[in-house]
């Protein structure tokens, strides 16, 4: 037989398991200890979330492929890959239960999304060999925009990088090509480098890794940490350095080095840039539609070489007066961006080279 102290343990440890399941009475708050209290309070608290909350078995999986914003295609299976364009823009499924391919592209690095290189070209057959012996193997199209070379430019590309895609450039000036190649583009990152030779593609890494780690727009800078230039005149120094001045004051940026080339951004943006130029300003134009657009801007380092073979099409003077006119017109645009130029021709796809006049 229980002792009269066993007795009122038993009673008082049933009373508190009963308070657990019954609702609290009135006066609750003189009758029961802290530890009652406590547990009380917990479990309504409990009560109010559970209210609060929907029951996922409610919506089963046809039922959400209805709701607004969700896909109306069969929901895919575990491990299922994602075809016709159903990513999100970065490498990565929109839809739960997929599995992205990474690969690897460094030694400690691996990424997903597809990487488009652009390279316009004119005369640089000779060039070539040294741009495309730079470019990493992980790269997954290469499209050369070939502004009516009269070399082989053409056939020494396909011959270095074979399934090369060549636009051949409706219009003239980098500008224009460049808008031509970014057409073309499959891949999830866009890099747009030179081929002269001045740009390395080794330092495409670099690019892309800013973009994966939450960059939008990468630039490339031969003014910043590590970078340099072994090919800019004194002249061309100065003026970036004038016309850099004149940008971050006037859109709140921290560039250092405007107007180099050497630029990566997400596919998803180029909307975004709306670039509407068909010279060398170019360059100067995504930087600062970049801005406008607050994407997210990151500078990396760049060694910029010498043209090894033929003369460079570079106005120190002409192009600064061209870019700084530039500033001004977007400084005084606000966020309007102008449609299409008549001069921004339709470029011409390899398949219809033949056709060409």
Known sequence: MPTSTQHQVGQGVWQRAQLRRSPAPAGWGQQLGLRDRLVLLHRSA???????????????????????????????????????????????????GTQPRYRPVSDGMAIAPTVSVVIPAMNEAANLPN??????EWIDQVVLVDGRSADDTIAVARALWPGITVVLQGGVGK???????????????????????STDGREIIRFVSALVSGADFVKGSRFASAGRSDDITAIRRYGNRGLNLLVNSMFGTQYSDL?????????????KLALDCPGFEVEALMGIRAAKARLRIHEVPSHERPREHGASN???????????????????????????????ADAISTSQESARP
Request: hydrophobic share 45%.
């Open 175 to 197: 500008g224009d090509a460049l808008l031509a190649g970014f057409a073309a583009c499959t891949g999830d990152i866009i890099v747009a480098m030179d081929a002269d030779g």
């Open 259 to 271: 107007c180099y080339g050497y630029n990566a951004f997400w596919a998803r943006h180029l909307g």
């Open 46 to 96: 409990l009560a109010l979330r559970d209210r609060a909350r929907v029951p996922e078995t409610m919506l089963g999986l046809a039922a959400m492929s209805s709701l607004p914003g969700l896909p109306t295609r069969p929901w895919p299976a575990v491990g299922e890959q994602l075809v016709n364009g159903s990513g999100n823009g970065n490498g990565h499924s929109a839809l739960r």
């Open 314 to 344: 570079l106005h120190a003077v002409r192009d600064g007066c061209r870019i700084l006119r530039l500033i001004v017109r977007e400084r005084f645009a606000g966020s309007r961006h102008r449609g299409p130029k008549p001069f921004l």
């Open 131 to 136: 741009v495309f012996a730079t470019l990493p």
